[in-house]
């Protein structure tokens, strides 16, 4: 089973700094997607940037970005130039893409980042 | 645009009853999903429908049963809440059956109490 950790329970940030939120995870499969998804207070889950497996480049959405590194089984999240509203847990997610596996995002523990004005 | 929409937001519950979440996407979507939400954890799949008139337990199935009532509608029901079961739970719906890459769209989560 895939399982997936993020180390680090609580991070903060300098409002208008850059932070990076860590992801480790561990499959034995090759073809597979990595998602970030946001969840401020209102618990409403939404998705930040996610990142195909089988792809060599990392993923970049406007201020968030992700460094992937498939043969360490890493998935780190940077937010550059934070903001206020970035305060939030932050989970990071994996989704097989063969079998019955696709149908289920497993996620981590989550980060909650605080970003200080 | 709704998007995913549960009701209730909101429900108290006393040991040994039961009620039914509901769940509605206007998106045209073919999968459905159930997840719960515990303090300090992630989501975790309770039930899910990759397609119309098929439902699938996913990792937390115990004490739940669903009905996917239409493409639009998924339903979660808990016959006999247990205090174990308090958690906010979370319907979402996504494209394509099987395939990964499709983003998972949430609704706002449902907040279900046990006393």
């Known amino acids: 089973a895939q399982t997936v950790t993020q180390s680090q329970p609580e991070m903060s940030v300098q409002e208008a700094e850059t932070v990076t939120l860590s992801c480790t995870y561990d499959?034995?499969?090759?073809?597979?997607?990595l998602f970030w998804y946001k969840q401020p207070p209102s618990r409403q889950m939404i998705l930040v940037i996610r990142?195909?497996?089988?792809?060599?480049q990392n993923a970049t959405e406007n201020r968030f970005s992700v460094n992937f590194q498939k043969a360490a089984k890493s998935f780190s999240l940077k937010i550059s130039d934070s903001q206020l509203g970035d305060a939030a847990m932050y989970f990071c997610?994996?989704?097989?893409?063969?079998?019955?596996?696709?149908?289920?995002?497993?996620f981590g523990k989550g980060t909650k980042l605080s970003v200080i004005p | 645009n709704a998007g995913v929409t549960q009701t209730p937001k909101f429900q108290v519950l006393k040991t040994g009853q039961s009620m039914t979440l509901q769940c509605a996407q206007d998106?045209?979507?073919?999968?459905m999903y159930w997840y719960r939400q515990d303090p300090g954890m992630g989501l975790r799949l309770i039930y899910y429908?990759?397609?119309?008139?098929?439902?699938d337990k996913g990792e937390v199935p115990n004490g739940y049963n669903v009905s996917r009532l239409n493409k639009r509608e998924f339903s979660l029901r808990l016959e006999s809440a247990a205090p174990s079961q308090t958690s906010v739970y979370f319907c979402?719906?996504?494209?394509?059956?099987?395939?990964?890459?499709?983003?998972?769209?949430f609704g706002e989560g449902s907040w279900l109490t046990v006393v």
């Open positions: 997610a994996y989704r097989s893409n063969s079998g019955a596996g696709s149908y289920q995002l497993t």
């Open positions: 998106m045209n979507h073919n999968s």
């Open positions: 979402a719906s996504s494209v394509l059956l099987g395939t990964a890459g499709n983003t998972i769209y």
């Open positions: 990142q195909e497996a089988y792809k060599q």
């Open positions: 499959t034995s499969e090759s073809d597979y997607y």
């Open positions: 429908s990759a397609s119309e008139g098929t439902t």
